[in-house]
Antibody, heavy 122, light 107 residues
């Protein structure tokens, strides 16, 4: 069974940093592209960043202005999001989500974690 | 950036009725559109990808259509568990973008 479990969320002061993790199991992690998506309270979904299975290709939302950095450790079956210069508007649930390109068509975000809440407040 | 506009914002229907949700892209995205639904307190779930392909385990009452800029998600006969938020999302261009969502509520 595919499982994605996020961790690392919590309360952080404005201007602070936080690193989120996503532990993957139930599939060959290194083969799959991964993403981070967030959802502010009562709002819609916002895609943040993508990383290919090898880690060599990365895309991120321009709105982040380089404050967030996606990475992965395939040996540890883990995805990360390093967040810097956090602002109140970064308060959201952060999800990791898998892309699936296993030969049955490219399915974006076919599996999601349960999310981890990040609250930016003084 | 591709802007996806979903309509209506809220759709009020009864179980057993047919639901039609729309998603319009600001420019052509070929068929690279997906649909998700999300229940309160849960993560989103992929329903449809590439405009019309059902994801694994998705009931046949869900269908998607469209290409270019206009897309539709149809639920042929609403079940109680279908009342949720629905989001469209494009993957033809970076950055990937989502629509603002449609709330499907019980009338």
């Amino acid at each position: 069974e595919v499982q994605l479990v996020e961790s690392g969320g919590g309360l952080v002061q404005p201007g602070g940093s936080l690193r989120l993790s996503c532990a993957a199991s139930g599939f060959t992690f290194s083969v799959y592209d991964m993403n981070w998506v967030r959802q502010a309270p009562g709002k819609g979904l916002e895609w943040l960043s993508y990383i290919s299975g090898s880690g060599r290709t990365i895309y991120s939302a321009d709105s982040l202005k380089g404050r967030f950095i996606i990475s992965r450790d395939n040996a540890k079956n883990s995805l990360y999001l390093q967040m810097h210069s956090l602002r109140a508007e970064d308060t959201a649930i952060y999800y990791c989500a898998r892309d699936n390109n296993d030969g049955y068509g490219y399915r974006p975000f076919d599996s999601w974690g349960q999310g981890t809440l990040v609250t930016v407040s003084s | 950036e591709i802007v996806l506009t979903q309509s209506p914002a809220t759709l009020s229907l009864s179980p057993g009725e047919r639901a039609t949700l729309s998603c319009r892209a600001s420019q052509s995205i070929s068929s690279y559109l997906a649909w998700y639904h999300q229940k309160p307190g849960q993560a989103p779930r992929l329903l449809i990808y590439d405009a019309s392909s059902r994801a694994t385990g998705v009931p046949a009452r869900f269908s998607g259509s469209g290409s270019g800029t206009d897309f539709t998600l149809t639920i042929s006969s609403l079940e109680p568990e279908d009342f949720a938020f629905y989001y469209c999302q494009q993957r033809n261009y970076w950055p990937r973008t989502f629509g603002q969502g449609t709330k499907l509520e019980i009338k």
